[in-house]
């Protein structure tokens, strides 16, 4: 586990290009594999990972609390971003959408 504190931030569906990424639903794709079945049987996003919507575009938050509790997925969240050259955005609060 990380010892250093991993800032809050978001994921924007637009390349450093400023291109849109596609497909159009991939923030609900991505938060996908972070999400899991309730109790209620049906699927529920991570309390630590949501689709947003950031200045406008589709977007991804993550909370900064999965760096401490599961840094191998605030990597793979960073990894994806750093991947596919999206806009990433740190230090930002949880958008209220």
């Given amino acids: 586990m990380t010892t250093e504190l991993a800032p809050n931030f978001v994921i924007v569906g637009l ?14 794709r ?4 972070m999400s899991a079945f309730g109790a209620e049987k049906k699927m529920k996003y991570s309390p630590f ?6 200045q406008g575009e589709k977007a991804v938050f993550v909370d900064a609390q999965l760096g401490r509790l599961e840094p191998m997925a605030y990597k793979f969240m960073l ?6 050259e999206l806009q990433v955005v740190e230090g930002v609060e949880r958008p209220s959408n």
């Fill in 49 to 54: 990972v949501g689709p947003c919507t950031f």
């Fill in 30 to 33: 991505l938060c996908g594999v």
């Fill in 79 to 84: 990894n994806f971003a750093n991947d596919n």
């Fill in 15 to 28: 390349t450093r290009e400023g291109r849109k990424f596609r497909p159009s639903d991939w923030a609900e």
